[in-house]
């Protein structure tokens, strides 16, 4: 192997590394480690779950459990997922979701 082509096999591996670890890296932050449980959600329909909606005055409505993939809206005003092969759409309340 020439001269050249040793430079260039070892500035292939250094920027594969440079990826690599970026890669690592990124997936070891709180960010990285959000961006891996929405694809989990996202791909095994959903994560357990608890919903809960409240009113506008803070009474409770409703409460779901399961296995819930939520969706919402950028505006924050609406709430979308599905809950036992039926969706469940919320408008305008406050709605709390925790990871069981």
Same mark, same amino acid.
């Given at each position: /192997?020439?001269?050249?082509?040793?430079? $260039?096999?070892?500035?292939? @591996?250094?920027?594969? =590394?440079?990826?690599?670890?970026? &890669?690592?890296?990124?997936?070891?932050?709180?960010?990285?480690?959000?961006?891996?449980?929405? /694809?989990?959600?996202?791909?095994?329909? $959903?994560?357990?779950?608890? @919903?809960?909606?409240? =009113?506008?005055?803070?009474?409770? &409505?409703?409460?779901?459990?399961?296995?819930?993939?939520?969706?919402?809206?950028?505006?924050?005003?609406?709430?979308?997922?599905?809950?036992?092969?039926?969706?469940? @759409?919320?408008?305008?309340?406050?709605?709390?979701?925790?990871?069981?």
């Amino acid at each position: /192997m020439s001269k050249g082509g040793k430079i $260039g096999w070892t500035i292939a @591996v250094i920027i594969l =590394s440079l990826i690599i670890g970026s &890669i690592v890296w990124y997936f070891n932050t709180a960010s990285g480690q959000r961006a891996i449980k929405s /694809m989990k959600s996202n791909n095994s329909g $959903g994560l357990e779950r608890t @919903v809960k909606v409240y =009113s506008n005055n803070g009474e409770l &409505i409703e409460e779901y459990e399961g296995k819930i993939d939520i969706q919402d809206t950028e505006y924050g005003n609406k709430i979308l997922f599905d809950l036992d092969g039926k969706r469940v @759409v919320i408008y305008n309340a406050t709605v709390i979701t925790e990871e069981k």
